[in-house]
């Protein structure tokens, strides 16, 4: 492991490729991650060989081995909505108690470009659709747990003028998870030649902990060569978060291993599901890597939690 680096890559990595898939697929990447009746599930984009994604769910025991991969995706474009003809993208999914179920979020792709859809499901198995709810361009989308002041909470990262037109984090404010408030600003890109200066976007849904929002983003810098895609670390207030409380400097994960170097997309790392086990405290944080395998690093949460807390408040 790179001393740069605060997450260690599990051995077997890659955990899931397309080689794994019951059905002739292109690659498979950035997966949602969840833990139902003591089973790992994660909810993976798969990309099939006309280049259009769906999302499809994998069971483990362990979340590393003896994979389980329905036969069928859980959630595939119809071809006669527009908003989503060309495919699901990069899922995200929290339990939301006071609903009973989890809340999926990802990305629909048609004609008029990406937007956020939400879907919600019990088990993993079939899903309530609610359709598109921020308009493109629109994705990155992750669900706050519970409400905060009696609204539903979104990140997301719309591409407009008035709102987010320089890959940044917003958020928006929801009474019935269906209309969303204006977009307010929760982080920008960095200026000048930092390694999350050309765009960011959030990870996984925000880990509730009792210093605040733990935060994990990718972040972009555009170079000769072509984008790289670094993970990063930030506290959000429980209470507001909008408020930025810390900002880690540097990133905490990169692309170094040659299974992120040379894919489809060379040199990214993309993380969409997060996973802490109280009992032993390990975080297990799932990304894909060259937008062509699934792939798991581990961190404890306190050491997480360490690293942050030392980073200089945000001002």
Request: proline residues 8%; contains cysteine.
């Amino acid at each position: 492991m790179s001393e740069r680096e605060l997450f260690a890559r599990h051995p077997r990595n890659p955990i899931l490729t397309a080689d794994d898939w019951p059905y002739s697929v292109n690659a498979v990447m950035n997966p949602a991650a969840a833990t139902v009746d003591g089973e790992t599930v994660l909810l993976a984009r798969v990309e099939d060989r006309r280049g259009m994604s769906h999302l499809t769910v994998a069971r483990s025991p362990n979340g590393v081995e003896d994979w389980s991969i329905q036969p069928e995706p859980l959630l595939a474009p119809d071809d006669m909505n527009a908003s989503e003809q060309w495919g699901f993208e990069d899922a995200r999914v929290v339990w939301v108690e006071e609903l009973g179920r989890w809340v999926i979020t990802c990305t629909a792709y048609g004609p008029a470009g990406p937007a956020v859809f939400l879907a919600t499901t019990e088990d993993f198995r079939t899903v309530e659709r609610y359709g598109v709810v921020r308009h493109p361009e629109d994705k990155n989308a992750a669900l706050l747990p519970h409400r905060i002041d009696g609204r539903w909470v979104l990140l997301h990262r719309p591409k407009t003028q008035f709102g987010g037109g320089h890959g940044e984090i917003l958020l928006s404010r929801s009474a019935d998870l269906v209309s969303w408030s204006a977009p307010e600003q929760v982080l920008q890109p960095r200026a000048g030649p930092w390694w999350d200066s050309l765009r960011i976007g959030i990870g996984p849904p925000p880990l509730r902990t009792d210093h605040g929002w733990l935060l994990i983003y990718h972040g972009v810098k555009d170079t000769v060569a072509g984008g790289i895609y670094r993970v990063g670390l930030a506290l959000l207030d429980l209470d507001e978060p909008t408020r930025v409380l810390r900002r880690v400097p540097s990133w905490i994960l990169a692309p170094l291993a040659a299974y992120e170097r040379a894919g489809d997309v060379p040199n990214v790392v993309f993380p969409c599901g997060l996973l802490h086990d109280a009992e032993s405290d390990e975080l297990r944080l799932y990304y894909g890597a060259a937008d062509s395998s699934i792939c798991l690093a581990t961190a404890r949460l306190r050491d997480v939690l360490e690293t942050v807390l030392d980073a200089p408040p945000e001002a």
